[in-house]
């Protein structure tokens, strides 16, 4: 009976020895396809993230795309994603996503990127980097062709984030050189994109003006200072471009705007220098090119 004993015990503890021979002697963390381990902390995933490990700045110079998060110890992410364009500096972005990961992603449906467009963000974290896809993309009606749509994947930024230094008030001039008014642009940028007039001007400069550079930010939108302009020739523009019209006859010279939005556009114009309190500005330093055309736009100006 003894024997019998002794055999039953080395039975149960091969088996014993067998199944922990399964697991190559790791532990007990199991790995999915990703390369993501079950007990991955996504706290640690909270920060910035971009194409290429661009900084902010560097997406401002060069355009790119972003994506900013936080996510907390029991895997609640809140974040923004956000895309700018090089040459015209046009900006989308999708704000307060948000949502619990679960399995290793995260899905997010959006109304508006900033220019109308809706979809689904299909977010993904990867050992090393986080992919972003954006499902069920739609078009805004009567929309323009940007937005965020696509597929990214994108890794740490190389640097950390630094606020914008504040703009320059010096204004551009014709000697500049290029690396000047990209400078100029960038440091600006901020408050152009601020203003509430940001998407409507943006799309009047390319589907009206069909002008799609930098000259939405590098020149006033008329010739005020130097053309007499009839009163049918200003009847077909919408009523904000009227209205930024007659104020860039002031903010030729200088004038600090006391209207939040509109001391935000002009400021994202490299062109304005602000000088001038509004208190203590003298409209007689208009010329008569000036005075004839802040006449005729006062008079359509309802905005």
């Given amino acids: 009976m003894l024997k019998y004993k002794i055999y039953l015990i080395s039975i149960v503890g091969m088996c014993l020895l067998a199944g922990c021979g399964n697991n190559n002697g790791n532990s007990n963390i199991e790995q999915n396809d990703s390369g993501i381990q079950d007990s991955t902390i996504f706290a640690e995933y909270s920060g910035y993230w ?6 902010h700045e560097q997406i ?15 895997n609640q992410f ?11 500096q046009r900006f989308a972005s999708i704000e307060d996503i948000s949502g619990k990961i679960e399995q290793e992603e995260l899905y997010f449906d959006y109304a508006d990127d900033e220019w109308g467009n809706s ?7 990867l050992s090393d980097s986080i992919s972003v896809d954006v499902l069920n993309w739609k078009k805004a009606d009567n929309g323009s062709d940007y937005g965020i749509s696509g597929s990214y994947e994108l890794i740490r930024q190389k640097e950390d984030i630094s606020e914008n230094d504040i ?26 994109r601020a203003s509430a007039y940001y998407s409507e001007i943006i799309d009047y400069w390319e589907n009206v003006r069909e002008v799609r550079d930098i000259s939405n930010v590098l020149e006033p939108l008329f010739e005020t200072d130097k053309k007499y302009y009839t009163k049918e020739e200003f009847e077909s523009e919408p009523m904000l471009v009227i209205h930024l019209a007659k104020n860039e006859i002031y903010a030729r010279h200088g004038y600090i705007f006391t209207n939040e939005d509109l001391y935000n556009y002009f400021m994202g ?4 220098s602000p000088t001038c309190d509004a208190a203590d500005f003298d409209d007689s330093i208009f010329n008569e090119y000036e005075k004839a055309n802040l006449e005729i736009l006062a008079d359509l100006d309802t905005y």
């Fill in 167 to 192: 703009a320059d008030n010096s204004s551009y001039n014709s000697s500049w050189t290029e690396e000047e008014i990209i400078k100029a642009i960038n440091e600006r940028s901020q408050y152009y």
């Fill in 60 to 74: 401002l110079a060069e355009g790119g795309i972003e994506l900013s998060c936080t996510i907390t110890e029991d």
């Fill in 119 to 125: 979809g689904t963000l299909h977010i993904k974290f």
């Fill in 50 to 55: 971009s194409y290429e490990g661009k900084t």
């Fill in 269 to 272: 114009c490299i062109w304005y």
């Fill in 78 to 88: 809140l974040g923004t994603l956000y895309s700018q364009q090089e040459i015209t």
